[in-house]
T-cell receptor, first 116, second 111 residues
């Protein structure tokens, strides 16, 4: 297993279009997280899943954002009707229940979204 | 919202010197973690310290935690040019499993 994979690495889209990102976590990790990071800032929590259940969502996750994790494996994050303010790096991380508390989370390389 | 505040925001040192970064937080935590991020890349986990620990070492890294002051420090000894990156502290609160990140310290190590 080579770690957490995110696809695509970069996405340029026109305002108003829909975009979807994918995250493949480490296979034995049952927790998956999405974060958003804007330039010069730390990552901000968006949502997390334990297996296929979405357990927590940030207020940052407006109704234009939706995340899924079917079958508790990979996850997708969709942004509908993109706005310029959505331009950011979208980071995915995974951990095992219990071990994330003691060994840290494993992050992917992120998807950089630019809305023009 | 960001829980942590990191100090300094930017740090420039010469290779071989030590680098110290500080982090403060506001709520009760299970643990505090430090991550490194090279420009435009994902975060790499460096070290985790639990709330009942006061100091931890990993290679050239030393982390301290003072829960009474709600603060932590990361010391990188004998720095190298390859240590140039942004460093973030992140806390896992007792109320949940999410990580809350600070705004980071940009470290530049000059050869």
């Amino acid at each position: 297993d080579t770690g957490v994979s995110q696809d695509p690495r970069h996405k340029i889209t026109k305002r108003g279009q829909n975009v979807t990102f994918r995250c493949d976590p480490i296979s034995e990790h049952n927790r998956l997280y999405w974060y958003r990071q804007t330039l010069g800032q730390g990552p901000e929590f968006l949502t997390y899943f334990q297996n296929e259940a979405q357990l927590e969502k940030s207020r940052l996750l407006s109704d234009r954002f939706s995340a899924e994790r079917p079958k508790g494996s990979f996850s997708t994050l969709e942004i509908q009707r993109t706005e310029q303010g959505d331009s950011a790096m979208y980071l995915c991380a995974s951990s095992s229940l219990g071990t994330g508390r003691y060994y840290g989370y494993t992050f992917g390389s992120g998807t950089r979204l630019t809305v023009v | 919202s960001q829980q942590g505040e990191e100090d300094p925001q930017a740090l420039s040192i010469q290779e071989g010197e030590n680098a110290t970064m500080n982090c403060s937080y506001k709520t009760s935590i299970n643990n505090l973690q430090w991550y490194r991020q090279n420009s435009g890349r994902g975060l790499v986990h460096l070290i985790l310290i639990r709330s009942n620990e006061r100091e931890k070492h990993s290679g050239r890294l030393r982390v301290t935690l003072d829960t009474s002051k709600k603060s932590s420090s990361l010391l990188i000894t004998a720095s190298r040019a390859a240590d140039t990156a942004s460093y973030f502290c992140a806390t896992e609160e007792t109320s949940g499993s999410r990580l809350t990140f600070g705004e980071g310290t940009q470290l530049t190590v000059n050869p």
